[in-house]
């Protein structure tokens, strides 16, 4: 086995969930059947790397200095969303049609990992609330133990600059059979139920 | 989203396995969290791309002219195994002994996709035999219908030039509960019982 070959399986593993074996059948398959498409891969990498940066307003990956969406004449500045990651903004982007601006946080408040407000650019987001235009915080971060402290975190942030913080709705999912939603999730769509409109 | 973004994402997607959601989680996964060893995968793919080649005896990934293997001393130049993969090679070059030679086939016969004898290499086997050093020829293709098709026709190829094939033994795996060993490979195994030693 040449080293080349040993080193391009080696770096194969940076990718998320990829391990020797799949690492190893990445590399063959690039080297037997997907020469061209490897290049563009390459090439593409390296240009991203270079020129991927973060927007200044809300930290989405972007290549110039303010997003397309930041930048948009369009779009609502009253209301700010706060995500995770650039993946949670693309899925609420996708899936609703919410049409304020957001901020991505890029991780969550994580003492442990030594993830505090500093590495969640929250300095940023208070001087942005402090601006004044900003009414509504919609704070999305993921329903997890951690995501929920930086929701909360985030909120009284929110009421210091007379923001109103909001939260996604917890529920059950649409389509999903009650007899398969965790309990966790069934006692909160209980407790929150509501009237039927009639 | 940056276009240069989308363009990563779509290019992520010519490896095995890789479809829209996994491509975005390593595009953001490298651009988050792997700057570094995202420079270094599109480096090394760039580089193996341009100059790992096959090897001109045995066909294996290799960037010299002939692969370490074919060019070592030490090996065993009367045995010559034939595999459909390098990843085979090196699965068994990494769990025996094996001292002799490979020919890796990068494929198996299978006219419905418009791979003949041609594709494998087949013409560069023959003369390989007829040099008259090999002479047994260990045919280790995978135990699939075209690999069976593909061990038969070598088998033959070998015996028209003198050479005698041999095809791994199949049979119960080891540790493995006959209980749960396919119905296939059980009636083998029984069918090429041996008698035990004493």
New interface residues.
């Given amino acids: 086995?040449?080293?080349?070959?040993e080193?391009?399986i080696e770096?194969?593993r940076?990718?998320?969930?990829v391990g020797q074996k799949?690492a190893?059948?990445?590399?063959?398959?690039?080297?037997?059947r997907?020469?061209d498409?490897?290049?563009?891969?390459?090439?593409?990498?390296?240009?991203?790397?270079e020129?991927?940066g973060h927007c200044k307003r809300c930290r989405d990956?972007?290549?110039?200095e303010i997003?397309?969406t930041c930048a948009s004449a369009s779009r609502d500045a009253h209301q700010l969303c706060a995500v995770e990651?650039?993946?949670d903004r693309?899925a609420i982007e996708q899936a609703t049609g919410y049409r304020g601006l957001y901020f991505i946080l890029?991780g969550r408040l994580s003492p442990l990992d030594g993830i505090g407000p500093r590495e969640l650019g929250l300095d940023q987001l208070t001087a942005r609330m402090a601006e004044g235009e900003v009414q509504e915080l919609i704070i999305a971060t993921n329903p997890t133990v951690e995501g929920e402290a930086t929701a909360h975190y985030l909120a009284q942030l929110a009421r210091q600059h007379g923001v109103r913080p909001s939260r996604l709705a917890h529920g059950v999912p649409l389509g999903g059979e009650l007899e398969y939603v965790d309990r966790g999730t069934l006692s909160h769509a209980f407790g929150s139920r509501s009237e039927m409109p009639q």
């Fill in positions: 086995m040449s080293s080349l070959l080193q391009l770096a194969f940076v990718l998320p969930g799949t190893q059948r990445m590399a063959y398959h690039v080297l037997e997907e020469r498409g490897g290049k563009r891969l390459a090439e593409t990498l390296a240009a991203s790397i020129r991927i990956f972007t290549e110039t997003c397309a990651s650039p993946a693309l890029q």
